[in-house]
């Protein structure tokens, strides 16, 4: 999240390749929510929900390690299909206040494309930094990713894997971080390995061949490159071995044979750029290969983290 305005906002905008009723309904409707809502690997339960002026949502959430947290939304504004503003993370029985105040936009880009956009007003500045490095450490932004995941299955039916990540660089250096094979291996692989292209084609149709390592172990994998512009790259991703024969996973063999990865970048600001990865299944696989897939969303997130941390620092660097 990037601030634009005020120094004790925060703000954050995703779009979902869905109609803009779909995105309000999953949005406001708790049995769609519980679906999607809090970090990866969080749960929700609803208590109760009364959607107006003046109403509240009163619900807990649950950590993967058993942790819980009891919160109530209460609702200033409700223009339906519209706009949202409301008072984040108070408790009544903990006598906590809000955390913060949001106001939530939503607008239709077009017939099945929908803008979500958040303003998250703190007390101060210094609150605002503290809570923005809290959710980026927590993962918090992954609840939008999730929300992306559910929209997309909804609507047709397929499991996809998506983050996002906004990094303090133009777009036109974002893009070279992903199309130059020395800037890209910098800081692809996951922490602890090494990346060296031994063959690098970053063209559309062209085929890439490389190998990850670090002292115990290598592995090796290809990229064949679909669709390279300056604000979406496309690839499919396989692993293999040594001489470059596709294999599957050394570590998972129920893992699908072949990834479709999809990268977007989007502007948020003059020198501010939000990378969104895109993961899905590309052409058969098995149920056991779905289950796989969908099961390891907690270690993708996990790893691209990890090659995202990396990009942060070489940038810096």
């Given at each position: 999240?990037?601030?634009?305005?005020?120094?004790?906002?925060?703000?954050?905008?995703?779009?979902?390749?869905?109609?803009?009723?779909?995105?309000?309904?999953?949005f406001n409707d708790p049995e769609q929510a519980k679906h999607w809502w809090g970090p990866r690997g969080h749960t929700i339960k609803t208590h109760s929900k009364d959607l107006r002026?003046?109403?509240?949502?009163?619900?807990?959430?649950?950590?993967?390690?058993?942790?819980?947290?009891?919160?109530?939304?209460?609702?200033?504004?409700?223009?339906?299909?519209?706009?949202?503003?409301?008072?984040?993370?108070?408790?009544?029985?903990?006598?906590?206040?809000?955390?913060?105040?949001?106001?939530?936009t939503f607008t239709e880009l077009a017939k099945n494309k929908t803008e979500l956009s958040f303003v998250m007003a703190f007390e101060n500045e210094a609150m605002a930094k503290e809570i923005g490095k809290f959710i980026k450490q927590a993962s918090g932004n992954s609840t939008?990713?999730?929300?992306?995941?559910?929209?997309?299955?909804?609507?047709?039916?397929?499991?996809?894997?998506?983050?996002?990540?906004?990094?303090?660089?133009?777009?036109?250096?974002?893009y070279k971080m992903w199309t130059d094979s020395d800037h890209f291996s910098k800081w692809l692989a996951p922490k602890g390995f090494d990346m060296q292209f031994i063959r690098a084609e970053i063209k559309p149709g062209g085929k890439s061949f490389y190998k990850m390592s670090n002292p115990d172990f290598t592995m090796y994998g290809t990229l064949q490159y679909k669709e390279i512009t300056p604000t979406k790259i496309v690839y499919s991703q396989q692993f293999a071995d040594e001489k470059e024969n596709i294999?599957?996973?050394?570590?998972?063999?129920?893992?699908?044979?072949?990834?479709?990865?999809?990268?977007?970048?989007?502007?948020?600001?003059?020198?501010?750029?939000?990378?969104?990865?895109?993961?899905?299944?590309?052409?058969?696989?098995?149920?056991?290969?779905?289950?796989?897939?969908?099961k390891e969303r907690g270690g993708m997130t996990q790893g691209w983290t990890g090659s995202f941390d990396k990009l942060e620092d070489y940038l810096a660097k």
């Open positions: 999240m990037a601030a634009k305005n005020k120094p004790n906002e925060l703000y954050l905008t995703r779009v979902y390749d869905a109609p803009l009723k779909a995105v309000w309904d999953a002026v003046g109403g509240h949502w009163t619900y807990t959430m649950f950590g993967p390690e058993g942790q819980v947290w009891e919160n109530k939304t209460v609702y200033h504004e409700v223009e339906k299909y519209s706009r949202l503003v409301y008072d984040h993370g108070g408790n009544d029985e903990q006598d906590r206040p809000p955390l913060f105040r949001v106001t939530a939008w990713d999730r929300f992306g995941e559910y929209l997309e299955k909804e609507a047709t039916n397929k499991e996809i894997f998506i983050i996002n990540r906004s990094f303090n660089t133009d777009m036109n250096t974002m294999s599957r996973h050394p570590g998972a063999p129920t893992w699908p044979e072949s990834m479709l990865t999809t990268v977007m970048f989007t502007a948020e600001d003059t020198n501010q750029t939000r990378v969104t990865i895109q993961w899905e299944v590309e052409g058969k696989c098995t149920p056991d290969e779905l289950q796989a897939f969908i």
